[in-house]
């Protein structure tokens, strides 16, 4: 089976390439690079024996992607690609629903134009914004009030619809909880550029001395400790997830929320770090973060029933896996 795994030079993107080639499927890698770098093919290719197929190209131009698909018979399409930082789609809106909602049209096209039926999307359980914890995939969507959340809402709404007349389809729209972690080899992992806007990144920068604290974004939250508390779902368990939902969901659209169940708050987090690594983090409590929820935790019932998948890596693999990505940086 050929999947064409767009994005795949990204962070969540790559980690599910090594599980696609580990698995015995073929891989070809659709990126335009622009958050992510061309050594990451080495690398995947590195841990699996196996060099996926790569194409340098933006997943919203038509051309690049129809001679894609008409060159491979391709029998799914993973779609990573986008954009994704928050506050960056505050400023750049116009950027943020062209890229990521014209890259979801033009890869639903030509999986109707090529007889593709397979399609897997990367939603986010932004989707969900206010709505009381946990987080059910039948819960009316209200997304956060930004671009970002509202691209992920209206490519599921895309898809539904589309896949609504042409019944053929299996469309799967995985919400992803809050992906930290890192392959074991510590070869591949999350690399962001310049100052990390998630928790994980920017605790593992601080470990390293790259950053001198960790700003704890408040501690008056109605949560156990009073700092956020979050779903935080090892990297592999998520591309595992992946794999699960291309292989065995059927014609129609289904919902999966991707996550453990478990919240964790950022205090909580900096412990099992420093505890996992032996580490000592410094941080300093500061006010709230503009836009963040209190909590934010999934009922992963319905992926554990319906796909037999369950998230097996714990807090302390995350905080390992992370730092050993993090220290193998030049
Ligand atoms: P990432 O930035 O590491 O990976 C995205 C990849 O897509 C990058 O390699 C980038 O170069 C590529 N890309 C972006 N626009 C493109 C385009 N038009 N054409 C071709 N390539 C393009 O991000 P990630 O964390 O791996 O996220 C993957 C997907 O999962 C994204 O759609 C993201 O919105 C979604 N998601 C991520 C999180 C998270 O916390 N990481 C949470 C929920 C959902
Ligand atoms: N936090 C800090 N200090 C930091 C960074 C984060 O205290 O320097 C706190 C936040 O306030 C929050 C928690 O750590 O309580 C997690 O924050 P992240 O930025 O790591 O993650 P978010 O839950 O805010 O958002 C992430 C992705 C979104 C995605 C969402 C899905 O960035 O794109 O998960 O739940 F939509």
């Given at each position: 089976?050929l999947?064409l ?8 993107g790559?980690?599910?390439c090594v599980e696609l080639?580990n698995?015995?499927?073929e891989v070809?890698i659709?990126?335009?690079?622009v ?8 690398r ?8 996926p ?10 051309t690049?992607?129809d001679l894609i698909?008409s060159?491979h018979?391709?029998?799914g399409v993973i779609?990573f ?7 960056e789609?505050v400023?750049m809106?116009l950027?943020?629903?062209k890229?990521?909602l014209l890259?979801?049209i033009?890869?639903?096209e030509?999986?109707v134009?090529y007889?593709?039926?397979r399609f ?5 359980a932004?989707?969900y914004?206010?709505n009381q914890?946990?987080f059910?995939?039948t819960?009316?969507?209200?997304p956060?009030?930004n671009?970002?959340?509202?691209t992920?809402a209206?490519?599921e709404?895309?898809?539904?619809d589309?896949?609504s007349?042409h019944?053929?389809l ?5 919400r992803?909880?809050?992906p930290?972690g ?14 990390p ?5 920017y605790i593992?920068?601080?470990a390293k001395?790259?950053?001198?604290e960790?700003?704890?974004?408040g501690?008056d ?11 935080y ?7 595992e997830?992946?794999?699960a ?6 014609p ?6 991707l996550?453990?169940?478990?919240g ?5 987090l900096?412990s ?38 369950t ?9 390992r896996?992370?730092w050993r ?6």
């Open positions: 089976m999947v795994v767009t994005g795949g030079t990204g962070f969540i790559s980690h599910t080639l698995s015995g499927y070809i659709l990126d335009n690079l958050n992510s770098k061309r050594e990451v093919v080495d995947i290719a590195q841990i699996t024996g196996k060099r197929l790569f194409y340098e190209a933006d997943a919203t131009d038509e690049a992607v698909f060159t018979p391709i029998d779609h690609a986008g954009l994704k930082a928050v506050g789609s400023q809106p950027a943020y629903y890229n990521n890259s979801t033009v890869l639903m030509n999986c134009k007889g593709v039926q897997v999307f990367s939603s986010s932004t989707v914004g206010e914890v946990p059910v995939e819960m009316e969507l209200r956060r009030t671009p970002y959340g509202e992920k209206m490519c709404r895309i898809l539904t589309a896949a007349i019944p053929e299996s469309v799967s729209l995985l992803y909880f809050n930290v890192a392959h074991e080899s510590g070869l591949i992992g999350e690399a962001p550029q310049g100052i806007n998630n928790l994980m990144p593992t920068q601080v001395g790259i950053l001198p960790l700003q704890v974004f501690n939250y109605p949560t156990p400790d009073g700092t956020g508390v979050r779903d779902i090892h990297v592999v368990d998520l591309a997830g992946h794999l939902a291309l292989e065995q969901v059927g129609g659209v289904h919902i999966y929320n996550g453990t169940g478990r964790t708050s950022v205090l909580e900096i099992a770090f420093e505890e996992a690594n032996s580490i000592r983090i410094p941080y300093r409590i500061v006010g709230r973060r503009p836009g963040d929820v209190a909590e934010c935790y999934a009922d992963v019932s319905k992926a554990h029933a319906e796909l037999g998948w998230a097996k890596r714990g807090v302390y693999e995350m905080c896996d992370a990505f993090e220290k193998n940086q030049g």
